[in-house]
């Protein structure tokens, strides 16, 4: 399985962007973590793959929707009301063996696969 992430670029603060993840398999959870420079890597967002079962980093609840289209093999993160400290590399996961539970999601250890990421930068 390889995950393909795409949409990032230069958006000013307040702005929106839609990050995608083309899969070119089957997955289960996937979700997205994101590393800003000299920071440590941490999660995003993820669901699971009936796509009823979400999971949000507080920095981001209210402004970031994950959802996905098993049909299409992507996932998106439509992210709005973007600020600075959302500027970081955009990193798509995904776990290709079996659905994780709900409390996992946020946990990079769930995940098997990961992306090359995307950039995102939020201009104030």
């Known amino acids: 399985v390889q995950l393909q992430a795409s949409g990032g670029g230069l958006v000013q603060a307040g702005g929106s962007l839609r990050l995608s993840c083309a899969v070119s398999g089957r997955t289960y959870a996937m979700g997205w973590f994101r590393q800003a420079p000299g920071k440590e890597r941490q999660f995003v967002a993820a669901i699971r793959r009936n796509g009823g079962s979400t999971a949000y980093a507080d920095s981001v609840k209210g402004r970031f929707t994950i959802s996905r289209d098993n049909a299409k093999n992507t996932a998106y993160l439509q992210m709005n009301s973007l600020n600075a400290e959302d500027t970081a590399i955009y990193y798509c996961?995904?776990?290709?063996?079996?659905?994780?539970?709900?409390?996992?999601?946020?946990?990079?250890?769930?995940?098997?696969?990961w992306g090359q990421g995307t950039l995102v930068t939020v201009s104030s």
């Open positions: 996961v995904a776990r290709t063996t079996y659905d994780a539970i709900l409390s996992a999601l946020r946990y990079s250890s769930t995940y098997d696969t």
